[in-house]
């Protein structure tokens, strides 16, 4: 049966004030959007559903009308005339879109057209829209709007609206396309709090928002997304974005698909800033790093302290009071008291000391930390077995607070090596007792620069006179006998045979 049938006297339904208003109380009920348009793209009449979409308060009633409503976008102004074109309605996009389908249609085998539109409240809704001539009058289409599935909107209950103003947290649901590119239906209002910029913002302009994402993240954020539709499965990214003031956060994003069409993909999400979460990892990360650190260097420490030939410590000296903080193993070598004994109690080590140097080395430290200078002593320790052995502590004094000083330094076991200046020093008396004794004298040569050396036994022999005796070895040649000068040039000349 015919939508739109003639009346008894063949004038059309848009001439026939009772036959408009019989199809206001049909279509009144009836929940789906629908409206007639002409040829014109000009709206004859929409149902209280299509006025409903827009929050209009009355039907469009018929161009008779001299002031009616008309179903316009929550930011347009109504016209004040009793009919409404396409080109109030859509986009620029979505009207080019609407009007090629119309002109198509009904050759065309698509059977439908998905359109976008901002309801009243200012949320995008997603549309099936359908076409059908009138039957007896094919310039006449009528024009059904059933929601899509995929473009359920979000319930805003007052209670609701509550939650997401202050959920910390970004709710958002948005359609994203098989090549990466999406848009948002929906965002909380909770966005400018989290990424700097209002939600109607980011939901017009989603490009704005992915610019924001770090550079280096971007690359990360588009693959991981792509991957996601192409498998159809939970979504989720980690990343740095830059806020519009510069600041830099970490977000982190979840989301489920909850269904799908050709090449599209539907998202519901949560987006939260997960900075504090990330500086805890890294500060974590970092005291690891520094623990680990610490421990290789107290390894390659304690290494070095038990290989080197000597004793590490450090002394503290704080009112008067001495304490020995650490002393590395070697003291036990050294000094015959374990490391343990000594840092338990100073007085383990100055036990060990020298009675005759135990004035000297006190006097030595005390003067150091007054002066904060280096610090350097020579002594001698006696082992718990009576051993007397020489040791050397060099060390550097630094001030830990105004009352406190440390002294960190090294003490070394040099018994070897005053037992060889001992001997050389015990040889060289020797040596000068046998020279005074047999009336002998020494002197050097140096072939190099001819000069002549000679010992304080010369001035014995000849006089004074022989201070400035034969500065070189042609001035000692003058000095020898002319019967013997040859055979001493001959020794000790340039070509001598002992060369």
């Not at 001997?423 to 002549?452: F, I, P, Q």
Request: charged share 20%.
């Amino acid at each position: 049966m015919p939508i739109f049938p003639a009346t008894a006297n063949g004038t059309d339904w848009a001439s026939s004030p009772g036959l408009q208003r019989l199809l206001g109380q049909i279509l009144e009920g009836v929940t789906t959007p629908i409206y007639v348009k002409n040829q014109q793209q000009q709206w004859l009449f929409a149902n209280r559903a299509c006025w409903q979409l827009w929050r209009s308060p009355q039907p469009l009633q018929p161009w008779s009308d001299p002031t009616p409503a008309a179903p316009v976008e929550s930011n347009r102004a109504e016209p004040n005339r009793a009919t409404l074109t396409e080109a109030e309605v859509w986009s620029a996009e979505q009207l080019a879109a609407v009007v090629a389908y119309d002109q198509a249609k009904p050759a065309s085998a698509q059977p439908s057209l998905t359109v976008t539109l901002t309801d009243g409240e200012g949320r995008l809704r997603q549309f099936e829209r359908r076409i059908q001539p009138a039957a007896l009058d094919p310039g006449l289409l009528i024009c059904f709007l059933e929601p899509s599935l995929e473009a359920a909107p979000l319930v805003k209950a007052p209670q609701f609206e509550t939650l997401l103003a202050n959920i910390p947290a970004i709710i958002y649901r948005c359609y994203a396309e098989a090549d990466g590119t999406f848009r948002f239906a929906f965002v909380s209002p909770g966005a400018f709090a989290i990424a700097g910029m209002p939600a109607e913002t980011i939901q017009a302009q989603p490009q704005r928002f992915i610019d924001c994402i770090h550079p280096l993240d971007r690359a990360g954020f588009q693959t991981s997304l792509q991957m996601a539709i192409q498998s159809c499965q939970p979504w989720q990214w980690e990343g740095r974005y830059y806020k519009p003031s510069g600041e830099l956060r970490w977000f982190h994003t979840a989301a489920q698909p909850q269904s799908q069409s050709v090449g599209v993909l539907l998202w519901d999400g949560l987006l939260m800033d997960i900075t504090h979460h990330k500086q805890v990892e890294l500060a974590t990360l970092e005291r690891a790093v520094m623990e680990q650190a610490l421990a290789d260097n107290e390894t390659r420490f304690r290494t070095i302290a038990a290989t080197i030939p000597g004793a590490l410590f450090q002394l503290r000296v704080q009112a008067g009071t001495w304490r020995i903080d650490y002393i590395s193993d070697r003291s036990q070598d050294i000094l015959g008291v374990s490391a343990q004994a000594i840092t338990a109690d100073i007085a383990a080590f100055l036990e060990r000391v020298h009675p005759s140097d135990r004035p000297r080395l006190e006097a030595s430290i005390t003067q150091t930390v007054a002066d904060q200078s280096p610090w350097s002593y020579e002594g001698r320790c006696v082992t718990p077995e009576g051993v007397i052995r020489w040791w050397r502590g060099d060390g550097i004094a630094v001030p830990e607070t105004p009352e406190t000083m440390l002294l960190c330094g090294v003490i070394l076991d040099i018994t070897a090596r005053k037992t060889v200046e001992e001997a050389y020093r015990e040889s060289e008396h020797r040596l000068r007792m046998a020279l005074d004794v047999s009336a002998m004298g020494v002197w050097t040569w140096d072939v190099v620069t001819d000069e002549m050396t000679w010992g304080a036994e010369l001035e014995k022999l000849f006089g004074p006179a022989a201070r400035d005796f034969c500065q070189t070895f042609v001035a000692y040649l003058q000095q020898v006998h002319p019967d013997d000068r040859g055979g001493a040039a001959t020794d000790c000349g340039p070509n001598p045979p002992w060369r």
